[in-house]
């Protein structure tokens, strides 16, 4: 199947056309046919002689009022058949719709002049052409029909056969969203939702996920219709309508969107390129944006905040394919909206009822911009993006990527040897400039507080501002880092000197020599101040592995449970305190704290009797 999508100016005959071409009322509602005017989107179809493949019509109104719904409509579609009538000509609704389909990057289409038994059609059809060559569309291929007599309507088919013809193949085994663009209920059936398939393909008992107005929620598919039969699978491009298990209609509207999930991102910020409206070549310094928007991206249409990231006297220098004037934004959106960088979208001004220009999404997970002058560089940033997802470039850009975002992000897999850890990817350069920073980190820490050595994990993480400490494993493993750091026991040190001050070690090694002779005789307090040792540098000194507390006051070498046990073990079992005293020619003092910390560690037993080893 194949999708067109009707514009033109009101009471032009794009209704009467999609009549004739189909045998079929685009008009749904009864107010539409009694007043002869489209106020919605119309659905209808055909299959055009020659070919097998059906073209579906979305019908769209062409009032000034219902521009919102225009947008809906031609928003998810690929092609447009445009309408002129030959007894009027272009008209002011003929140019906004042209400016709706150019800012949306619509590039297929035809030009179709209606009325032709009213009025000489060459006139309109000139004056059209010359329209439609300022915008992408360029130079269109023109029919001339009366949708009341059928003269043409023979040549439009098959117009319209080699504009489907032409037209990109879909990816069939892309993600899914679906833009909903209608949401009724059928009478034992349930819910139905329909849009238009872009890509990938929607199965009977899928599961998807229904994003909405601040919300998102599993949904699944109960039942599929393509082109008003049911099917098994609808493949894109294609008309769908999805009857949904289990979803009140109340909690549905246009805008909506059915969703592969796992696959999308749903942003309220987004950082935008801001194409030139058609025919201006380029964004004027006095052209000042609103402050609020409305975005229109598929039949979505959303309030948007707005904050120009570049002005408009120093435009972007990197639009697409080199297009000049462009400016990056920023939109703040009432509400989040499934987006991936690349999307076309579009600003409408809707207080002067204009167009205000398309937009290629560039980023749907930008960075805060809090310091001065941060937006001017990220629109630095932003001018090498081309908006075309690139894993290499993404990376290099965000320096630390959620794997989980990659297809969000619109990034099919993952840089090749892209390091990795706790389901995050960085990228190499950055890791080697936070290794520089972390060295730096510690060494500032140890010199602010050498009694507290090495710096913790968590703190180091929160210095080099990571989203998760287990990333440190990948800064500890680049130099410098890997040269000078180690980490141990939660924290992170400086090799070959313990984070220890070299007073505090000197004292250290004239306490070693003390309990090298009796390696239970704890150094008395007045011994511990003779030497500097309080109790901040006592407590480092245990933190460092250097000293074990056995109790308050009392702090022996860090082996002294090995050879504690060793000697008790040669002890009658079981011993009494008095024995062990002996035994380890110590004191109460001592023997008691060192008894019970030996019991505590399981190395040894205490019942009735007295002590035993184990």
């Not at 009467?16 to 509602?29: I, Y």
């Not at 960075?367 to 081309?386: F, H, I, K, N, V």
Request: aromatic fraction near 2%.
């Amino acid at each position: 199947m194949r999708v067109v999508a009707t514009a033109g100016h009101v009471d032009h005959g794009k209704s009467t056309l999609v009549r004739a071409l189909t045998g079929m009322e685009p008009d749904r509602w009864a107010e539409e046919r009694r007043r002869g005017m489209t106020i919605d989107l119309g659905f209808a179809w055909t299959v055009l002689p020659g070919t097998d493949e059906p073209v579906a019509f979305v019908d769209v109104p062409g009032h000034e009022r219902f521009v919102t719904q225009m947008l809906a409509g031609v928003g998810p579609v690929p092609a447009t058949m445009f309408v002129v009538a030959a007894d009027e000509g272009w008209m002011p609704q003929s140019g906004e719709h042209l400016d709706a389909l150019h800012a949306l990057g619509v590039r297929h289409g035809l030009l179709v002049v209606t009325r032709s038994d009213l009025a000489d059609p060459e006139l309109a059809r000139d004056e059209a052409l010359e329209h439609l060559a300022e915008s992408g569309l360029g130079r269109l291929p023109a029919v001339c029909v009366s949708g009341t007599t059928g003269e043409g309507l023979d040549e439009l088919r098959t117009a319209l056969g080699a504009l489907v013809g032409g037209l990109p193949e879909p990816d069939l085994d892309g993600d899914v969203r679906l833009w909903v663009d209608r949401a009724f209920t059928i009478r034992g059936a349930g819910t139905v939702v329909t849009g238009t398939l872009g890509a990938g393909r929607i199965s009977v008992g899928d599961e998807l996920v229904l994003s909405g107005e601040d919300r998102e929620r599993p949904v699944a598919v109960r039942g599929l219709q393509a082109l008003g039969a049911p099917v098994e699978t609808a493949p894109a491009v294609s008309r769908v309508a999805v009857n949904l298990r289990g979803v009140p209609l109340e909690t549905l509207s246009r805008g909506d969107a059915l969703l592969t999930p796992g696959r999308w991102l749903a942003t309220s910020v987004v950082d935008v390129r801001l194409h030139p409206p058609r025919g201006s070549g380029t964004h004027r310094a006095e052209d000042t944006l609103p402050a609020q928007v409305m975005l229109h991206v598929g039949s979505a249409a959303v309030a948007a905040r707005v904050r120009p990231l570049s002005h408009a006297d120093a435009p972007d220098t990197a639009g697409e394919a080199g297009e000049a004037g462009t400016r990056t934004l920023r939109l703040t959106l009432r509400v989040p909206v499934p987006l991936r960088p690349g999307d076309r979208a579009l600003l409408r001004d809707p207080g002067a009822h204009a167009v205000l220009g398309g937009i290629t999404v560039l980023d749907v997970r930008p960075p805060e911009l809090r310091r001065r002058g941060a937006a001017r560089r990220r629109a630095a940033q932003l001018a090498e993006t081309s908006g075309t997802p690139d894993p290499a470039a993404e990376l290099r850009r965000r320096k630390l990527l959620r794997v989980d975002d990659l297809a969000g992000l619109g990034l099919a897999s993952a840089p090749p040897d892209a390091p990795a850890a706790a389901g995050w990817l960085a990228d190499p350069e950055h890791l080697d400039a936070l290794a520089a920073r972390l060295v730096e980190a510690v060494a500032a820490h140890a010199d602010a507080d050498p009694l507290d050595p090495g710096l913790p994990m968590r703190a180091a993480a929160r210095a080099l501002e990571l989203p998760d400490p287990r990333l440190l494993a990948l800064v500890l493993a680049r130099p410098p880092a890997s040269d000078d750091l180690a980490e141990e026991g939660g924290r992170i040190l400086r090799r070959g000197d313990g984070g220890l001050p070299a007073t505090v070690r000197t004292a250290l090694a004239e306490v070693g020599k003390d309990l090298e002779a009796s390696p239970f005789a704890a150094p008395e307090a007045d011994r511990l101040a003779e030497l500097g040792l309080g109790a901040r540098q006592l407590g480092a000194a245990v933190r460092a592995g250097e000293l074990l507390r056995v109790a308050y006051g009392i702090y022996l070498r860090p082996d002294a449970p090995d050879r504690a046990v060793e000697a008790l073990a040669e002890l009658e079992q079981p011993f009494t305190v008095s024995a062990a005293r002996q035994a380890l020619r110590t004191t109460r003092r001592v023997a008691v704290p060192l008894l019970e910390l030996l019991a505590r560690t399981g190395r040894t037993r205490h019942d009735g009797e007295g002590h035993q080893v184990r």
